[in-house]
Nanobody, 121 residues
Framework: QVQLVESGGGLVQAGGSLRLSCAAS????????MGWYRQNPGKQRELVAT???????DYADSVKGRFTISRDNAKNTLYLQMNRLTPEDTAVYYC???????????????WGQGTQVTVSS
């Protein structure tokens, strides 16, 4: 069994910063692509940023230049550094990972439980 546990969310004023972490644990052979997504009530979950195993990154236009995604493969941990936050960044943030449980099995998509980020104006 695999778990993704996010941390680092909270309440911050506009212009401030937060750093989210997502630690993967359990039966893990390797992790392929990882990403951060966010969702507000009544809205679809949207992609924030993704990172490949070799650390190639991609960002939603709305966060480019403000957010930085990174990963520590030795610790199976994903990060999201969020700077110059605005109220529009308020959402529940979810991490996602494509995890191979063994050498011989295809990858499985896992999601964390989500962490709330609230930016006050």
């Amino acid at each position: 069994q695999v778990q993704l546990v996010e941390s680092g969310g909270g309440l911050v004023q506009a212009g401030g910063s937060l750093r989210l972490s997502c630690a993967a644990s359990g039966s893990i052979f390797s992790i392929n692509n990882m990403g951060w997504y966010r969702q507000n009530p009544g809205k679809q979950r949207e992609l924030v940023a993704t990172i490949t195993k070799t650390s190639s990154t991609d960002y939603a236009d709305s966060v480019k230049g403000r957010f930085t995604i990174s990963r520590d493969n030795a610790k199976n941990t994903l990060y999201l550094q969020m700077n110059r936050l605005t109220p529009e960044d308020t959402a529940v943030y979810y991490c996602n990972a494509e995890i191979f449980p063994s050498l011989y099995l295809r990858h499985i998509d896992y999601w964390g439980q989500g962490t709330q980020v609230t930016v006050s104006s």
